[in-house]
């Protein structure tokens, strides 16, 4: 069983297929999983639903639409909850945990193919197999398949990029301001900086992805986290906040040109220049405008 969403439209059929128990919790592969759950909930993906700013922002939406917003916003930020029915209604009413866990494990490793990006372009098919970049994972617990999808910038890209569901208008154009630039010509992907310690490019993280399994000279880092250090700080008890800030800090480089002396009362000038020099994407991007 699997359900689509497109880029334009939730096929309203599909929501009787899949049940939000269908999906497993975060701590169940956490058993194994450890350090990978600990990394998670250092990052904005784990707070996807819970954040209180979306929560607040949500609600603004849906009285402005006569709920027309409902099931768009809830798409990215709460997918457990479209794709088993459980949003609507917006008020969370009928919300399991599972699907309050937000952009969560089992959610975006049962994601099977892309239906384009933006907008929450996704084919969502929960069941056994979980799909990954490794062609020799195998775990007891599930199946373990390669799915090339994992590797490209296009798997962030379904929800990276939002666009007014009325009118087409562009509200968060990260993954197009990627596809422009340089590094997409390189070929260095979100993955790249958003899971290694490398920030502004590819380093390898070597480790263990699950306590039983081999040693691997890199194991992608799903501490994946952008500028939001104010909401990190806020929710989550590690250091994500401080690895959001060192980030922001990384992202750019700041020259400013001062006089030698100004004299009182006298205006002054002061030159500032900005360089994006580490950001894959324009800096800010996303909807910083929106904080
Ligand atoms: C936003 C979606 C997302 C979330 C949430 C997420 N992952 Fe991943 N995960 C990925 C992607 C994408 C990769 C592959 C990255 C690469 O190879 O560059 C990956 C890699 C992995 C790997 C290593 C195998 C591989 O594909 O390289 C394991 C194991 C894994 N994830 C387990 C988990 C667990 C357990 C959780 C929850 C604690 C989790 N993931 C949460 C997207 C996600
Ligand atoms: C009983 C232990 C166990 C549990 C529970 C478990 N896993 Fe795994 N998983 C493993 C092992 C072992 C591997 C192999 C890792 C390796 O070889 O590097 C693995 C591999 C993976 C891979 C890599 C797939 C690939 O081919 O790239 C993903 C993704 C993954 N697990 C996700 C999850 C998710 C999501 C959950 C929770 C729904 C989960 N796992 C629960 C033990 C487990
Ligand atoms: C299912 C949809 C979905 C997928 C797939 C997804 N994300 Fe996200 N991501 C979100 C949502 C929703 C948020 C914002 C949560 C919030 O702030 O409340 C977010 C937040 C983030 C942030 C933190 C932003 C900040 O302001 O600090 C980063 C960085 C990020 N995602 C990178 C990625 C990368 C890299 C990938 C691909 C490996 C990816 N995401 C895949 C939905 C998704
Ligand atoms: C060359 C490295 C690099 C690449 C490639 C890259 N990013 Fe980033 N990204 C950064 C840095 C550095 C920041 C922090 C500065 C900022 O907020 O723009 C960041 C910030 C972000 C944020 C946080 C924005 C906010 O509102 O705070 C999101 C979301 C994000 N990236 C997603 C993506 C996605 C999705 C892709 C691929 C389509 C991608 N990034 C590709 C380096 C990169
Ligand atoms: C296509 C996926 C998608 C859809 C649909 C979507 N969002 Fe988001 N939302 C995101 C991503 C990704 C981020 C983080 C982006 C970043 O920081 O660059 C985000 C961030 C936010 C934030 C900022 C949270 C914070 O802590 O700063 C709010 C608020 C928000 N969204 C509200 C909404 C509302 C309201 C709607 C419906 C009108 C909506 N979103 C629809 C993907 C989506």
């Not at 909930?41 to 027309?68: F, I, R, W």
């Not at 209604?89 to 599972?98: C, L, N, R």
């Not at 690895?243 to 002054?268: F, H, M, N």
Request: net charge negative; aromatic share 8%; glycine share 8%.
């Amino acid at each position: 069983m699997f359900v689509t969403c497109t880029a334009s439209a939730v096929d309203p059929t599909g929501f009787d297929e899949l049940s939000s128990e269908d999906f497993v919790t975060n701590s169940k592969c956490a058993n194994c999983h450890a350090i990978l759950r600990s990394q998670h909930d250092d990052s904005m993906h784990a707070y996807a639903y819970t954040d209180p700013l979306y929560q607040k922002e949500v609600l603004l939406a849906s009285e402005d639409s006569n709920g027309q917003t409902d099931e768009f916003c809830s798409r990215c930020h709460t997918p457990i909850g479209v794709v088993s029915g459980e949003v609507p209604p917006i008020d969370g009413s009928m919300i399991s945990d599972v699907a309050a866990e937000g952009v969560q494990c089992d959610f975006c490793h049962t994601v099977s193919e892309s239906a384009g990006i933006g907008d929450g372009g996704f084919v969502s098919s929960p069941g056994d197999v979980k799909w990954g970049s490794l062609d020799d994972a195998p775990s007891a617990f599930h199946g373990s398949e390669f799915n090339g999808l994992y590797m490209e910038a296009e798997y962030c890209g379904m929800c990276h990029n939002v666009n007014s569901p009325f009118n087409d208008l562009p509200l968060d154009d990260t993954y197009t301001s990627w596809s422009e630039s340089s590094y997409a010509e390189e070929g260095v992907v979100c993955q790249d900086c958003h899971m290694s310690p490398g920030i502004t490019h590819f380093e390898a993280a070597p480790g263990r992805s699950a306590s039983s399994s081999p040693k691997r000279s890199h194991i992608p880092v799903h501490e994946i986290v952008g500028g939001n250090y104010f909401m990190l700080d806020l929710l989550s008890d590690g250091k994500a906040g401080d690895a959001a800030v060192e980030r922001l800090q990384k992202a750019a480089t700041l020259e400013v040109d001062v006089p030698e002396y100004a004299i009182s009362g006298e205006d002054v000038s002061i030159k500032v220049s900005v360089t994006n020099s580490g950001a894959g994407h324009k800096l800010p991007t996303g909807i910083s405008e929106i904080r």
